[in-house]
């Protein structure tokens, strides 16, 4: 296990100590990690790890029984403003009696009518959907779905971005071209980017700084910072000889047995050559 | 869905558009087949007037059933006329049937509001659930017409206690489907909500409402049938007018006829109130159609 130091960046992110325990069983033990600002951020660990119970505290919708998350200095009580959300379920989380604009208009409704139309076109512009502002989720395929919440998402102008295993519902192909998608957004756009995910290339590929975790009661197993450069794409970069050496890193972290107090990680997905170690 | 190639989905999502209004429409039919599928529909009425027409001739049931060109004749004296300002309605129409209508809807509008709002109330809280629980399912298992005394005793001989029996008695079917619809919001759909901090009179009213209204107006259409059931159960006694009063007032004068013009009537009106609900209800839920076609 590593102590990371961070750079000279202040952390958008810091969570201290954090636990969450439900009766007898504790999810999350005393997790330390600090997310960089205007950065790609991902949490990868096994299946039933407690990847989820920490997005849900790091958004507000739970608290921790120990420990502090803050954002932007402050701690965080309740949803903080600013912070937006893309869930795995997409045909659960849109609302099917809306168009696509409506979806993407409905957090910030409350906004005087001229922004909020801009920040729409914006933003359903940005996640390449324009022409399709009329039709309703459910006439989508599921990648689309899911550009439409990240375009939700967008339009609240969030400063941190939390995604929880965003593209785990969609097909290879789709979902190879919503992380570029994603990857392109954030270079544009500057916003600090938090991803859960079982996926560990994914992790490898999308992440500034990865965040391994073990299984339950999860702690941070290691953090990672990934160097890889950007613009990164499908090839070339998964091609790299330091991309696959993370991957064999973070595979065999995953892997470790002493880490496994329970063996759960049969459920772990590496989606090519798992065993391999650089 | 998400193995199907993106172009394919757009191609028909954008079909769909091009259709617009009404997702979900089947395309267009051709002639005979419309005729087919007509005459497939009318086999068991037909049969069934069949048989009443054939009853009509028997000679034990002769005097109480008239047959059907009769009713249909004694139907379109009582209750209909070729007089505009009236409406093209009858005297029966004006005295009786309008009155029963206006008591129906009454009732109906009662149930609606009651259920509705109770039942979302009785969706979101588990604990009022849980207290409301045994009352409602009493009132629920009481047989509502036996009730009828007891709504004149409290409510008085005019038109309060029978709208208020409909609308006691059609009120559950709503209040449990909207209690349902609710639940069935799901989860994540409120945790999107309260992660983008939507104030909570647009989540009730953008996000439970609508998402509970395929379920809520389920229940309203079995309300809507119960409604015309108890508006006769309520005008059978201490009546001055409306259909129920008119079906025991004809009985009791050997008016055969215009008890079985009362009876067309009912079907009539059983006829009218599904096609207005119908209408309603694909205009509300467009977007349902579709979601269950295209998902489930």
């Known amino acids: 296990m590593t102590e990371h130091v961070l750079g000279s960046e202040v952390p958008e992110l ?64 309740g949803v903080p403003e600013g912070l937006a959300m893309v869930f795995q379920d997409y045909s659960r989380s849109l609302y099917p009696w809306m168009r696509v604009d409506k979806n993407v208009a409905f957090p910030i409704r409350r906004l005087p009518a001229a922004e909020r139309a801009e920040r729409v076109r914006f933003a359903i512009e940005e996640v390449g959907l324009k022409g399709k502002e009329s039709l309703y989720p459910w ?135 798992a065993g391999e170690i650089a | 869905m998400n193995q199907g190639s993106v172009t394919e989905v757009a191609a028909v999502a954008d079909a769909r558009r091009a259709t617009r209004a009404r997702p979900g429409t089947p395309s267009r039919r051709t002639g005979a087949e419309l005729l087919a599928r007509l005459a497939v529909r009318l086999v068991v009425p037909g049969a069934l007037v069949a048989l009443w027409w054939w009853a009509s001739t028997l000679p034990d049931l002769q005097l109480y059933v008239v047959s ?43 149930a609606v509001v009651v259920g509705v709002v109770v039942g979302t109330a009785l969706g979101i809280s588990r604990l009022l659930s849980a207290m409301a629980q045994p009352l409602i399912h009493l009132g629920r298992s009481l047989p509502s017409p036996a009730l009828l005394g007891v709504f004149f005793f409290v409510f008085g001989t005019g038109d309060e206690p029978k709208v208020l029996l409909i609308a006691f008695s059609i009120v559950w079917p709503i209040l449990f489907n909207t209690v349902d619809g609710v639940r069935s919001i799901g989860e994540v759909r409120s945790q999107a909500a309260q992660v983008f901090r939507i104030p909570d009179r647009d989540v009730l009213f953008r996000i439970i409402l609508p998402g509970a209204s395929p379920k809520i107006l389920a229940g309203i259409r079995t309300s809507l049938s119960l409604s015309l059931i108890l508006m006769i159960i309520s005008e059978l006694q201490k009546s001055e007018n409306g259909l129920g009063y008119r079906l025991v007032q004809s009985q009791r004068i050997f008016d055969y006829g215009g008890f079985w013009a009362v009876l067309v009537m009912l079907v009539v009106l059983g006829l009218v109130f599904n096609i207005a609900f119908t209408i309603v209800e694909r205009r509300l839920l467009a977007w349902h159609r579709g979601a269950t076609q295209q998902n489930d």
Do not use: W
Request: aromatic letters at 4%.
């Open chain 1, 14 to 77: 810091q969570l201290t100590g954090v636990s969450r325990r439900y009766g007898d069983n504790l999810a999350v033990r005393s997790i330390d990690a600090a997310i960089p600002a205007h950065k790609i951020s991902v949490i990868v660990g096994p299946s039933g790890c407690g990847k989820s119970t920490l997005l849900r505290m790091i958004s507000g919708l739970d608290t921790p029984t120990d420990g502090e998350v803050r954002f932007e200095g402050a701690p965080v009580r």
């Open chain 1, 139 to 273: 006439q989508m395929s599921g990648g689309m779905q899911q550009r439409v919440a990240i375009a939700r998402a967008l339009a609240s102008h969030p400063r941190l971005l939390l995604m929880d295993e965003p593209f785990a519902s969609v097909d290879a192909q789709t979902r190879a071209d919503l992380e570029d998608l994603v990857m392109r957004i954030q270079a544009e756009l500057g916003i600090t980017v938090l991803v859960v995910t079982h996926d560990i290339d994914e992790s490898v590929y999308l992440a500034d700084r990865i965040f391994v975790l073990s299984t339950p009661p999860s702690v941070v197993a290691e953090v990672i910072d990934v160097d890889l450069p950007r613009p990164r794409d499908h090839v070339s970069t998964k091609t790299e000889p330091e991309f696959v050496r993370i991957r064999g890193h973070v595979t065999s972290l995953l892997r470790r047995p002493d880490a496994d107090a329970e063996g759960a990680h049969g459920s772990l997905v590496a989606s090519t050559a």
């Open chain 2, 68 to 110: 059907p060109p009769t009713a249909i004749d004694r139907f379109i004296n009582d209750f209909l006329s070729s007089d505009p300002s009236r409406l093209f309605l009858g005297d029966a129409a004006h005295e009786d049937m309008l009155p029963s209508v206006r008591r129906a809807l009454a009732g109906l509008a009662v």
